[in-house]
């Protein structure tokens, strides 16, 4: 029988790129649809946002919460942080 192996653990410089190359894809997605100056740093400040109370979740969790952000979502993200900086 062989040996179940350990799931590979990313270090932490391996996680962040993980997840910039994730909000990069998803603010491409987002500019394919006409939303043109979304930016990868601004999807994560979207998503992290969702984390301030309680803090970073799973890793699974934030993976999914990237990659079904839907763009009203976004537009409704912004125009909070919007109105909370004025």
Same mark, same amino acid.
């Given at each position: 029988m062989?040996?179940?192996?350990?799931?590979?653990?990313?270090?932490?410089?391996?996680?962040?790129?993980?997840?910039?190359?994730?909000?990069?894809? +998803?603010?491409?997605?987002?500019?394919?649809?006409?939303?043109?100056?979304?930016?990868?740093?601004e999807i994560?400040?979207?998503?992290n946002?969702?984390? +301030?109370?309680?803090?970073l979740?799973?890793l699974h969790?934030?993976?999914?919460?990237?990659?079904? =952000? +839907?763009?009203?979502?976004?537009?409704?993200? =912004?125009?909070?942080?919007?109105?909370?900086?004025?």
């Open positions: 062989e040996e179940e192996s350990e799931p590979e653990r990313l270090n932490d410089r391996e996680l962040n790129e993980m997840i910039e190359g994730l909000c990069l894809s +998803k603010a491409e997605e987002f500019q394919m649809i006409g939303y043109e100056h979304v930016t990868g740093e994560w400040e979207c998503i946002d969702r984390y +301030k109370k309680k803090g979740p799973p969790q934030v993976v999914n919460d990237i990659l079904s =952000l +839907k763009p009203n979502q976004f537009m409704n993200y =912004l125009t909070l942080s919007m109105y909370r900086r004025s």
